[in-house]
């Protein structure tokens, strides 16, 4: 755990630990936020954003050490290839091997996942004790939010906590690509 955590980093924790859905500050956007292995917190994100289960969500973690289970069946090329990338912004498609509920990997044989550049997001996957969903802030189809204002525009009261703080200074959500072919498939 973090040396400083403050309180409201530590209700954020408790928050999602208890399956409810935060919004918090990443690397470019503000995102929300869930434990992946919480169905109901899952399917409640989805349907706050109004995003089709289909597609899948991106797993962000506070270190590699995280995201282990995912990568451990990785050549060790491919998790240097990672290891270089991260923290940032850049999130890669790696096989899930059915170690992530479907409503995380969508209609996919591969997961998306990022070790984050942002100190809050960092610490909160920290003191929540492993990976976590994060989804830009917005309904699907709708500009992701730069300002918790938007934030709060989108999704009123509807949330069940907010990290506060600032987006980084990243300009645009993460790169994502295959970590076997280096095909983008969001710049």
């Known amino acids: 755990m973090p040396p400083a955590v403050s309180f409201r980093m530590r209700l954020c924790a408790n928050v999602v630990a ?24 899952v399917e409640r994100l989805l349907d706050l954003k109004q ?13 590699e050490s995280q ?12 998790r240097a290839k990672l290891r270089v990338s991260w923290p940032g912004a850049n999130t890669w498609l790696v096989p899930h091997h059915g170690r992530v509920p479907a409503l995380v990997h969508g209609r996919f044989s591969t997961v998306a996942v990022r070790v984050s550049g942002h100190p ?13 969903v994060s989804s830009s802030a917005n309904v699907a189809g709708s500009p992701a939010p730069r300002t918790l204002l938007a934030v709060r525009n989108y999704f009123g009261d509807q949330l069940d906590g907010v990290l506060p703080g600032k987006v980084g200074a990243v300009g645009r959500p993460s790169t994502i690509r295959d970590v076997f072919s280096d095909e983008i498939f969001r710049a």
């Open 67 to 78: 995201l282990a289970f995912l990568l451990e069946d990785l050549p060790q090329a491919l």
């Open 120 to 132: 809050l997001v960092r610490d909160l996957c920290r003191v929540h004790g492993g990976p976590l």
């Open 18 to 41: 208890s399956g409810g859905v935060i919004a918090c500050p990443t690397e470019a956007v503000w995102g929300l936020s869930c434990d992946p292995f919480s169905e109901s917190a």
């Open 51 to 63: 995003r089709p289960a289909d597609k899948g969500l991106i797993l962000v973690a506070g270190d």
